[in-house]
């Protein structure tokens, strides 16, 4: 049950979000394991001053048209799952949207299965 964030400046169509998200679940679910369905995204936009970062840290060098992306998700993989995950959102978004690898940031945040809650105010992953 992975949640993705997907934050970038404003300006870009609905069009061009929607295929950041394509891109995004099509990885995760040929990069780690993510089952037919399981898609739940928020993909927002930003004022130029609500989306501060550094343009060249680590000697990578972002323009504007860098996206954050920020997948909450179980913990488990491997760090080959997680590098080929990398691989294919930088790839994908380049071939289908001309994005600059550079620009793709990607956080994963890795929480144990009792910490979801898909309705209900159940926690349908944890034991019992």
């Not at 099509?26 to 970062?53: C, K, W, Y």
């Not at 299965?113 to 944890?126: D, I, L, R, V």
Request: glycine content about 8%; hydrophobic content about 35%; aromatic content about 10%.
């Amino acid at each position: 049950m992975p949640f993705v964030r997907i934050d970038l400046l404003r300006g870009q169509s609905t069009d061009y979000r929607k295929t950041i998200g394509d891109v995004v679940y099509g990885a995760m679910r040929e990069s780690l394991n993510v089952p037919e369905n399981d898609r739940f995204q928020v993909i927002t936009e930003h004022a130029a001053e609500g989306l501060l970062f550094d343009r060249g840290y680590l000697g990578i060098e972002r323009t504007d048209d860098c996206v954050f992306i920020q997948v909450t998700l179980n913990d488990g993989r491997t760090v080959e799952m997680k590098r080929a995950f990398y691989k294919r959102v930088a790839d994908g978004l380049h071939e289908r949207l001309g994005l600059r690898r550079e620009d793709v940031f990607i956080s994963l945040v890795e929480v144990k299965k009792e910490n979801w809650s898909f309705g209900n105010g159940e926690a349908q992953y944890a034991e019992t």
